[in-house]
């Protein structure tokens, strides 16, 4: 999973000129298996990039525009996604734990068999992911809440 820093931001440049130009000019961002930590992506056009069985671990990501790519399989501890742009992004079986969300526009975000333990979410926004609902008054929750 060896890649050098100039090379990933090659691929990206081409990848922002590819959607730029609507897929005639540039190429798709194929980013599978390479090695991304701490590396600093602030604000990277990446939409619908293929980033699979990649390591972002301790990445920045904040303001990055994401939406619809494949992450998955991907080692992304503790990146920062704050501001990111994540909608309809496939993150099925994806290590995030310790990562930050906070103002991240996830709808439609597929997180199956991902490991969230200690990330930063708004509450709403998780919910609405797992497709979660209240329970109803008459469930035992609230009979075990009310005093």
């Known amino acids: 999973m060896a890649s050098n820093e100039k090379e990933v931001l090659k691929i990206i440049e081409d990848h922002e000129t590819w959607?730029?130009?609507?897929?005639?000019?540039?190429?798709?961002?194929?980013?599978?298996?390479?090695?991304?930590?701490?590396?600093?992506?602030?604000?990277?056009?990446?939409?619908?990039?293929?980033?699979?069985?990649?390591?972002?671990?301790?990445?920045d990501l904040s303001g990055a525009d994401l939406r619809g790519c494949s992450m998955v399989s991907s080692v992304m501890v503790n990146v920062n996604f704050t501001n990111a742009l994540l909608d309809f992004t496939d993150m099925t079986d994806t290590d995030l734990r310790g990562s930050n969300f906070t103002g991240a526009s996830m709808n439609g975000v597929d997180l199956w068999r991902a490991n969230m333990k200690g990330a930063v979410i708004d509450p709403i926004t998780l919910h609405t992911l797992l497709d979660c609902r209240q329970p109803e008054e008459s469930s035992a929750y609230f009979a075990l809440t009310k005093s």
Do not use: K, Q, S, Y
């Open 19 to 59: 959607l730029r130009g609507g897929g005639d000019v540039g190429t798709r961002g194929e980013l599978t298996r390479l090695n991304m930590r701490d590396m600093d992506l602030r604000g990277v056009a990446l939409a619908n990039a293929n980033i699979r069985e990649c390591d972002l671990t301790g990445a």
